[in-house]
């Protein structure tokens, strides 16, 4: 179980968010994932995705 005590919520009202557009997919995930191959990513999963940003397996 994690506990987290919130000291503040905001938010924006959304007056300074740009207008954007979709224009297209982003491929760099698919290219990256080409290039290092089924091992390649296998064997990246194994050492960035073994703990959490806080250090918990």
């Keep these: 179980m994690i506990t987290v005590d919130v000291t503040?919520?905001?938010d924006?009202?959304?007056?300074?968010?740009?207008?954007?557009?979709k224009t297209g997919e982003r491929?760099?995930?698919?290219?990256?994932?080409?290039?290092?191959g089924v091992a390649g990513m296998a064997q990246y999963?194994?050492?960035r995705n073994a703990w959490s940003i806080d250090g918990l397996p």
């Design 45 to 47: 999963r194994a050492q």
């Design 27 to 36: 491929d760099l995930l698919r290219l990256q994932a080409e290039k290092k």
């Design 12 to 21: 924006s009202c959304g007056w300074g968010v740009p207008i954007m557009e």
């Design 8 to 10: 503040r919520i905001s």
